[in-house]
């Protein structure tokens, strides 16, 4: 299916099943959703189908940081032009008011360096995909594909795979909620990436302290129009932090459904990201937004993606990503600063 491999495991992995039938399933079951779930054949992404923007922002690492969090993309103060783009979790366009989990998915521009991926070596892109949620829902590839078996069975399979795995149900309700306004939030990554010979979660912390009312009558976009508001007036700044593993067993890497305690390892900020004062919210940027392809496997080696789920990540974003583009016949690309104006 693909010549980008699963099966190479760092010292800090472990492989415990053959995740590459489980990822080539995968993949054969996720275009299957995204083609019933796409009538007209224009075929969104999977998961995170629902972009609230795609913003312009700055992201920039910390003058004098200390010698252990100077690694890799950190090693040097400096300011990446980037592209932040907010989305929903589910697959279906739902309105904002209801229950879910949000997305930040944040691209840098100008990153020298060879990167991981083989056929994007040498592009200048570095990525991190977050989430709303500190825990992801399940602790590797082999139950999130039998969780999306489940989903797109019959009524008792459903009930069977959660009441056999109540674990998964927990970490579902703990995450799914709903969102007032999308620069209120803290993002997580849930799962773990190597920081030179350590492993490390990310997260962007938001400096907005305060927690915006729902609105009376919630349109099915308020958080877009929230966000078109907000940055027509202000710019908005994101401390952009990593969590160190200081403890194998409380802190996995095979599992990211489990919790590292911020009372163990808190997070410390490495970078600020600046999110512009603009107006962002044409067709055009709109489009060049659904046509963007992130992947946490846009990434220095430094800053490899761990453990079961990123490893399957790997093939399964490069897979949907290239038939929702060829479906669409849309070029995939990975831009090298800002487009140029699109309002
Ligand atoms: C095996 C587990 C997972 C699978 C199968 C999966 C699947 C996908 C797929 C197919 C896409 C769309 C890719 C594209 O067409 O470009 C996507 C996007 C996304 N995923 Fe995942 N995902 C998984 C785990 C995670 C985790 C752990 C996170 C936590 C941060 C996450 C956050 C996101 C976000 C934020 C996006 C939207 C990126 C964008 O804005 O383009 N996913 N995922």
Redesign the pocket.
């Known amino acids: 299916m693909s010549h980008i491999s699963t099966t190479t495991v760092t010292s800090l992995e472990s492989e415990e099943v053959d995740e590459e039938q489980l ?1 080539q399933d ?1 993949v054969a079951r ?1 275009k299957q959703r ?1 083609t019933h779930d796409n009538p007209k054949r224009n075929m ?6 629902k ?1 609230h923007g795609l913003v312009k922002a700055e992201f920039t690492v910390l003058a004098d940081l200390p010698p252990q969090l100077r690694v890799g993309l950190f090693r040097e103060p400096k300011t990446y032009q980037a592209w932040v ?3 929903n ?1 589910d697959s279906a366009i739902s309105p904002d008011i209801n229950a879910d ?5 944040i691209k840098l521009m100008g990153v020298h360096g060879e990167k991981i991926l083989e056929e994007a070596k040498s592009a200048a892109t570095h990525d991190f ?3 709303s ?1 500190p825990i ?3 602790k590797n ?1 082999a139950e ?2 039998a969780m ?1 078996k489940a989903i797109g069975s019959n009524i008792f399979a459903k009930a069977w795979f959660f009441l056999s795995h109540w674990r998964v149900l927990r970490n579902l309700r703990s995450a799914m909620k709903p969102f007032s306004n999308l620069l209120q939030i803290q ?5 773990p990436y190597l920081f030179g010979d350590r492993a490390v979660k990310y997260s962007a912390r938001p400096h907005l302290p305060r927690q915006e009312a729902f609105p009376e009558k919630p349109s099915d976009d308020f958080l877009r129009e929230r966000l078109v508001r907000d940055l027509k007036q202000n710019e908005i700044v994101f401390d952009f932090c990593v969590q160190f593993q200081v403890d194998k067993e409380a802190m996995p890497i095979e599992d ?1 459904g489990v919790l590292w305690r911020e009372t163990v390892s808190p997070f410390q900020a490495v970078a600020r990201i600046k999110i512009l004062r603009q107006e962002f919210d044409s067709e055009t940027q709109r489009e060049y ?1 659904e046509n ?5 496997w846009h990434a220095l080696p430094e800053h490899r993606p761990l453990g ?3 490893r ?2 790997k093939i ?6 290239i ?2 583009h060829e479906s669409n016949q849309k070029a995939r690309f990975e831009p090298d600063s800002w487009h140029a104006d699109f309002t």
């Not at 969104?44 to 189908?49: C, E, F, K, L, M």
């Not at 993002?187 to 799962?191: I, N, V």
Request: aromatic share 14%.
């Open positions: 990822v995968l996720l995204i969104r992404r999977d998961a995170h189908a972009m783009r907010f989305s979790q989990i949000r997305g930040m998915a995909v977050l989430v949620t992801f829902v399940t590839v999130f594909d999306i993002f997580f990554s849930t799962t990211p937004g963007l392809s992130f992947t946490p079961s789920i990123n399957a990540r399964v974003y490069r897979a949907i990503s038939f929702r």
